[in-house]
């Protein structure tokens, strides 16, 4: 069984930062992509910023050189540092790893996601 848990998510003015951290625990081989989501109210779901096994990472572009990506393999753990924060990134963030565990070596990776973790940038 494998757990993704998220922390880090809060109430900041505008401007201000939080970083957000997703540990996944259990039965873990390997772990692929990471991904941070986010869905606003009255919006689909969409992904913020990814990064592959190698350390490469990418970001939607409404968060391009405010929002930062990384992970610590050694911890089963992406984290999302997020700078320069607006209203408009006021949403429920989730994270998102495709991972393989010890049951599963012989097939593709599988999507496992995190709860979610509420994130209001407000005044």
């Known amino acids: 069984q494998v757990q993704l848990v998220e922390s880090g998510g809060g109430l900041v003015q505008p401007g201000g930062s939080l970083r957000l951290s997703c540990a996944a625990s259990?039965?873990?081989?390997?772990?692929?992509?990471m991904d941070w989501y986010r869905q606003a109210p009255g919006k689909e779901r969409e992904l913020v910023a990814g990064i592959t096994s190698g350390g490469s990472p990418n970001y939607v572009d409404s968060v391009k050189g405010r929002f930062t990506i990384s992970r610590d393999n050694a911890k089963n753990t992406v984290y999302l540092q997020m700078n320069s924060l607006k209203p408009e990134d006021t949403a429920v963030y989730y994270c998102?790893?495709?991972?393989?565990?010890?049951?599963?070596?012989?097939?593709?990776?599988?999507?496992?996601w995190g709860q979610g973790t509420q994130v209001t940038v407000s005044s």
């Open positions: 998102r790893m495709k991972l393989k565990t010890i049951r599963t070596i012989p097939f593709d990776p599988i999507d496992y």
């Open positions: 259990g039965s873990i081989f390997q772990i692929n992509a």
